[in-house]
């Protein structure tokens, strides 16, 4: 490995995007302007589809001002793209590396851009085209390996947070039955966040259901029934991955058994459409209708405003973004790593505070984290050793306050 490679840089956008995906684009922009190795500092339009088709643009023109205004924007600002490219797309790419002399290639995303940094760093190689490909996370999912929390999380997960402490007053003010879909396919990180502002356990979320545990309607009924006659009103916090013990999403099971149109409908990936339509949430109110009738029962589907709402940005997230951006640059320019990605860890003792490592890309790609165990209580809670882990990475909540209700 050339410790005095020079050449041009860019960087992609891949994705889902967050509040603070603009904050590591800005760290990688003040961070590679003026290095003595980086010869242009560009950008790719839609990520690998702007280096297949040649859409760059170069960053290092932007005005320092505009950098720092669109930081605070959420959103790709370069524009997203969720494509995994195949050996004849990666050599185009290659082509376009070589024809603007790019040397240093950052992709922004999850664990499927990791992959992507990692099939390029190879095919790169094989082709003769010595360059360095690193990945800087992103996902509200906060599903990456090897990092302690991923950029996007925080402030996706203090939206979830407030969201759930104003439906939980809305829900003692008129009591009923109030379930809430939030995203997470595969994992319940963003989920368990809903339970962050709570103060005991009249607060709710009162049922938190993800797909680290198998999803029984029969028991979900019993369960808010059971609320329900306690509280005399029950909030729920649902992942849109819930699934049966073989795997399948309970929406393809409960369309399935309904006959509903819904059991063939498919994402742009060929998975099982989940989100966006407010049908989970339709179907798990229908359900605790039949069982508890009278009851008020509503249903509400969070949807993209989880991971791109401007006001609720945790300010520790949007640091830790554009640190991840920095780190990225240094570490290719500084001959030390070929690639990786970009992790983060807790630095412990006292206030939270983290620092970047470098990790091997093929650590990161692919492969999904869960919520581990000793972040959940039985089939339908959230243990507190959860709300130690994530509540600093929000920047901290304002607990929610009650009337003393003095008989007059």
Same mark, same amino acid.
């Given at each position: 490995?050339?410790?005095?490679?020079? =050449?041009?840089?860019?960087?992609?956008?891949?994705?889902?995007?967050?509040?603070?995906?603009?904050?590591?684009?800005?760290?990688?922009? *003040?961070? /590679?302007?003026?290095?003595?190795?980086? #010869?242009?500092?560009?950008?790719?339009?839609?990520?690998?589809?702007? $280096? *297949?088709?040649?859409?760059?643009?170069?960053?290092?023109?932007?005005?320092?001002?505009?950098i720092e205004a669109v930081a605070k924007v959420p959103a790709a600002a370069l524009g997203s793209v969720r494509k995994k490219p195949g050996p004849e797309e990666v050599e185009r790419m290659v082509e376009t590396f070589r024809r603007h002399d790019i040397?240093?290639?950052?992709?922004?995303?999850?664990?499927?851009?990791?992959?992507?940094?990692?099939?390029?760093?190879?095919?790169?190689?094989?082709?003769?085209?010595?360059?360095?490909?690193?990945?800087?996370?992103? +996902?509200?999912?906060?599903?990456?390996?090897? +990092?302690?929390?991923?950029?996007?999380?925080? #402030? &996706?997960? !203090?939206?979830?947070?407030?969201?759930?402490?104003?439906?939980?007053?809305?829900?003692?003010?008129?009591?009923?039955?109030?379930?809430?879909?939030?995203?997470?396919?595969? &994992?319940?990180?963003?989920? @368990?966040?809903?339970?962050?502002?709570?103060?005991?356990? +009249?607060?709710?979320?009162?049922?938190?259901?993800?797909?680290?545990?198998?999803?029984?309607?029969?028991?979900?009924?019993?369960?808010? @029934?059971?609320?329900?006659?306690?509280?005399?009103?029950?909030?729920?916090?649902?992942?849109?991955?819930?699934?049966?013990?073989?795997?399948?999403?309970?929406?393809?099971?409960?369309?399935?058994?309904?006959?509903? &149109?819904?059991?063939?409908?498919?994402?742009?990936? =060929?998975?099982?459409?989940?989100?966006?339509?407010?049908? *989970?949430?339709? /179907? $798990?109110?229908?359900?605790?209708?039949?069982?508890?009738?009278?009851?008020?029962?509503?249903?509400?589907?969070?949807?993209?405003?989880?991971?791109?709402? %401007?006001?609720?940005?945790? %300010?520790?997230?949007?640091?830790? &973004? !554009?640190?991840?951006?920095?780190?990225?640059?240094?570490? @290719?320019?500084?001959?030390?790593?070929? #690639?990786?990605?970009?992790? *983060?860890?807790?630095?412990?003792? =006292?206030?939270?505070?983290?620092?970047?490592?470098?990790? %091997?890309?093929?650590?990161?790609?692919?492969?999904t984290r869960n919520l581990p165990e000793e972040f959940l209580a039985g089939d339908n809670g959230i243990a507190p050793a959860f709300r130690d882990y994530a509540l600093p990475l929000t920047g901290g909540l304002q607990p929610m306050a009650d009337l003393?209700?003095? %008989? /007059?």
């Amino acid at each position: 490995m050339s410790d005095s490679l020079r =050449g041009a840089a860019v960087i992609g956008q891949s994705g889902g995007p967050t509040a603070v995906i603009n904050q590591s684009l800005a760290g990688y922009v *003040l961070e /590679a302007v003026g290095q003595e190795r980086i #010869s242009r500092v560009l950008g790719a339009r839609h990520g690998v589809q702007g $280096l *297949l088709e040649d859409r760059l643009v170069d960053l290092g023109a932007e005005p320092r001002e505009r950098i720092e205004a669109v930081a605070k924007v959420p959103a790709a600002a370069l524009g997203s793209v969720r494509k995994k490219p195949g050996p004849e797309e990666v050599e185009r790419m290659v082509e376009t590396f070589r024809r603007h002399d790019i040397r240093f290639f950052f992709y922004i995303g999850g664990n499927d851009s990791a992959e992507t940094a990692h099939i390029v760093e190879r095919q790169a190689a094989e082709l003769g085209w010595e360059m360095r490909c690193f990945h800087v996370p992103k +996902t509200i999912d906060n599903d990456l390996r090897v +990092t302690d929390h991923c950029p996007g999380y925080g #402030s &996706a997960a !203090r939206f979830v947070a407030h969201a759930f402490q104003g439906d939980d007053r809305d829900n003692r003010s008129l009591p009923g039955v109030k379930i809430d879909v939030v995203m997470g396919r595969h &994992a319940g990180w963003l989920t @368990a966040a809903g339970t962050l502002g709570r103060r005991d356990e +009249t607060d709710g979320p009162h049922l938190v259901y993800v797909p680290e545990r198998v999803f029984d309607p029969d028991r979900f009924l019993a369960d808010v @029934a059971a609320v329900h006659e306690r509280l005399g009103r029950c909030l729920v916090a649902v992942s849109e991955g819930i699934h049966d013990a073989d795997g399948r999403p309970f929406l393809q099971v409960y369309a399935e058994r309904a006959g509903s &149109a819904l059991a063939g409908q498919k994402d742009s990936h =060929g998975n099982v459409q989940l989100s966006g339509t407010g049908a *989970l949430g339709d /179907a $798990l109110a229908n359900l605790v209708k039949e069982a508890l009738p009278g009851v008020r029962v509503r249903a509400d589907t969070f949807g993209y405003l989880q991971r791109s709402f %401007p006001v609720d940005v945790s %300010p520790v997230d949007a640091a830790e &973004a !554009r640190e991840v951006g920095r780190a990225a640059v240094r570490a @290719a320019v500084s001959g030390d790593h070929a #690639s990786g990605s970009i992790a *983060l860890r807790r630095i412990e003792g =006292g206030d939270y505070r983290s620092e970047v490592f470098v990790a %091997p890309l093929e650590s990161v790609a692919k492969v999904t984290r869960n919520l581990p165990e000793e972040f959940l209580a039985g089939d339908n809670g959230i243990a507190p050793a959860f709300r130690d882990y994530a509540l600093p990475l929000t920047g901290g909540l304002q607990p929610m306050a009650d009337l003393e209700l003095i %008989p /007059a």
